[in-house]
């Protein structure tokens, strides 16, 4: 069975850096494209950022354009996710996903069909 496991949460301050982690098992890691999603409570849930099988394409929302760095190393079956310039805002439990589509322009929850347990990500001020 597919499983995604995220790793590298934790408390950082206003301005600092986090690398977040996921591990892929049960899939053929580089047939899926990859995103990052968070959820703060009271929201919904937000497409941060993707990227395509290969890593040739990616997106990103635009509030974290500039900031943060989607990767994967299809060797390993790991997705990554460096955040930088870290602001409360960006405080929320973020999540692994895969999925069969990547879509241009836009993180879409309805394209991924796995999902990770989530890691919480919490900026101070």
């Known amino acids: 069975q597919v499983q995604l496991v995220e790793s590298g949460g934790g408390l950082v301050q206003a301005g600092g850096s986090l690398r977040l982690s996921c591990t892929a098992s049960?899939?053929?890691?580089?047939?899926?494209?990859m995103g990052w999603f968070r959820q703060a409570p009271g929201k919904e849930r937000e497409g941060v950022s993707s990227?395509?099988?290969?890593?040739?394409?990616?997106n990103y929302a635009d509030s974290v354009k500039g900031r943060f760095v989607i990767s994967r190393d299809n060797a390993k079956n790991m997705l990554y996710l460096q955040m930088n310039s870290l602001k409360p805002e960006d405080t929320a439990m973020y999540y692994c996903?895969?999925?069969?589509?990547?879509?241009?322009?836009?993180?879409?929850?309805?394209?991924?069909?796995?999902w990770g347990q989530g890691t919480q990500v919490t900026v101070s001020s």
């Open positions: 996903a895969a999925g069969r589509i990547f879509r241009s322009g836009a993180v879409l929850a309805d394209d991924f069909a796995y």
């Open positions: 049960g899939l053929t890691f580089d047939d899926y494209s």
């Open positions: 990227i395509k099988w290969s890593g040739s394409r990616t």
